[in-house]
């Protein structure tokens, strides 16, 4: 950490952005199916579902992890 606030906040900022993207990308590769055809061209509300709720479970361990 610095002395600077706003920088801090700059870094963990871009720093969560981060391991949140390597996360979720690791978590779509581990899908069973094929995510972008279920969910953009057969309408599939199932799926859409399934990776919402893993960006989201990324999104909080990351959170947690920061605060």
Not at 5 to 21: C, I, S, T
Not at 30 to 46: G, M, S, T
């Amino acid at each position: 950490m610095t002395e600077y606030p706003l920088f801090n906040a700059v870094l963990f900022a871009l720093l969560g952005l981060a391991v949140f993207a390597a996360g979720a990308a690791l978590a779509v590769r581990l899908l069973p199916f094929d995510w972008r055809k279920q969910i953009v061209d057969e309408h599939n509300v199932a799926a859409a579902l399934v990776i919402a709720a893993a960006l989201l479970g990324v999104a909080w361990i990351v959170a947690a992890t920061m605060h």
